[in-house]
Structure formats: C-alpha cells, structure tokens
C-alpha cells in the first residue's frame, strides 16, 4: 500500500477529488497547508500598502491506495491539479505499513 500527499490550489481540490472518486478512489483526508517552494510566497497591496505573504495556502490531499492503483492515482491528480502555473503544488508518495479500520478490526487493503 501507497500514501499519496498531494499539496495542490484551494480551488482545484473539487477538481481532484471528484476525478479520484470517478475512478473508484474514494477515503481521502484533506488539511489546509501553508508554505512555499520555488515562488517563496508573493507581495499583496491592502489598503495602499504592500505586504508579503510568506507562506501561499493551500491544500493537502491524503489518500492511501494499493500498489497496483497508484500510478493512475498520481496520473489523476496531476491532470486535475495542473495549471502550468507556477505553485501547481508537489505530490509525495510514501510506504504504508499497514492499514487499520478502527470499527471492525479490518486491517491491509481490506480496510481502505
């Protein structure tokens, strides 16, 4: 089993979650995030006055999926999530040991 990340824009989430969902990959946690990468945040005018915004808010996507379904699964995600702008947002992917569904004691990919 396979944990995708995904920090993407606030308003490409719908995009990416309902193609995930059209495809049969349903269970995910979603978490607002703040921070930056290459565009080190940007420069905002209120009231007159510039200000930096340091760390861009945005989105972060978890999903845990088996082995076999990841790549679609990232394939997804990059077509939903994708500008080309800069700040599209990265996707990390990690190992999971186990999974366990705390209702019933299911455990591996029977608990996804």
């Not at 995009?15 to 059209?22: R, W």
């Not at 394939?75 to 366990?100: E, M, N």
């Amino acid at each position: 089993m396979k944990k995708i990340e995904a920090i993407v824009r606030h308003y490409k989430l719908d995009d990416v979650k309902n193609a995930l969902a059209e495809q049969g990959i349903v269970g995910m946690t979603i978490t607002e995030v703040r921070g930056f990468g290459r565009q080190k945040g940007h420069t905002e005018m209120y009231r007159g006055t510039e200000y930096a915004v340091d760390f861009v808010p945005k989105v972060k996507i978890e999903v845990a999926v088996e082995d076999d379904r990841l790549q679609p699964a990232i394939d997804i995600v990059i077509r939903a999530a994708q500008t080309g702008q800069i700040g599209d947002g990265k996707i990390f992917i990690s190992d999971l040991l186990d999974t366990i569904r705390i209702r019933t004691g299911e455990t591996g990919t029977e608990a996804l």
